[in-house]
């Protein structure tokens, strides 16, 4: 008898010491899956910081274009801009030391949205894959702009530039900004000497994928 109630005692404080131990591994693991939880969330809340973050190249283009800086979607683009900026014109130029409207767009096409096109803009205008369209206000971000000295389609094509935005078009011109500079520019699309000289504008392909403002 007093044998039984021996075995049932031990058996009673090795379950009690079960509990106890199982007990203590479950708080360690809810404690650790609590700091990987707390963990996760801290590295969540600095990604959503960095993807709301504006950029200090958004904030430049943002006042260049009249917009809000969250609409500057397409860092790369202006990235590239920023690069070529006030960069001088100079017919047949390919370089930074002068470069004309052509290999500009042209460069800008390969760089930003993957796509090499032609090399003049009368061949950027011919083009099969150019959708050709009159209408300013159908004009997105990356459309090319045809222009010539009579705005006429039965006229040569003699400059070209890419559509930006809100009015805005980027481009290499022998035309001075109101810095006294050629080149590589920012322009008003509105402006009575480029609608007096626009023809049309034209889409092509973007084999890149970016946002278009």
């Known amino acids: 008898m007093w044998k039984l109630i021996f075995q049932m005692n031990i058996l ?14 479950s708080c360690g693991g809810s404690k650790k899956t609590e700091q990987e939880a707390l963990a996760q969330a801290r590295r969540d809340s600095i990604a959503l910081a960095k993807k709301n973050a504006i ?7 943002g006042a260049i274009l009249n917009m809000p800086p969250k609409e500057i979607k397409n860092v790369p683009l202006f990235k590239f801009i920023d690069e070529w900026m ?11 030391d002068g470069i004309d409207c052509s290999f500009f767009s042209q460069y800008l096409f390969h760089d930003v949205y993957g796509n090499l096109i032609e090399r003049t803009a009368q061949k950027q205008y011919d083009a ?5 369209f009159i209408g300013q206000e159908f004009l997105k ?38 810095s006294g500079r050629n080149g590589v520019q920012i322009s008003d699309l509105k402006k ?22």
């Open 12 to 25: 009673s404080k090795t379950f009690i010491l079960f509990i106890i131990i199982v007990g203590a591994m």
């Open 55 to 61: 950029l200090p190249i958004q904030k430049k283009y």
């Open 86 to 96: 006030n960069t001088p014109y100079k017919m047949g130029g390919e370089t930074k």
């Open 128 to 132: 099969p894959d150019t959708d050709k």
């Open 141 to 178: 971000q990356g459309d090319l702009i045809f222009f010539n000295h009579r705005g006429s389609e039965h006229s040569a094509i003699t400059h070209v530039g890419v559509y930006l935005g809100n009015n805005k078009f980027v481009h290499s011109t022998s035309r001075k900004s109101n």
């Open 192 to 213: 009575k000497h480029w609608q007096k000289m626009f023809v049309a504008a034209g889409r092509k392909p973007k084999l890149t994928t970016t946002t278009n403002n």
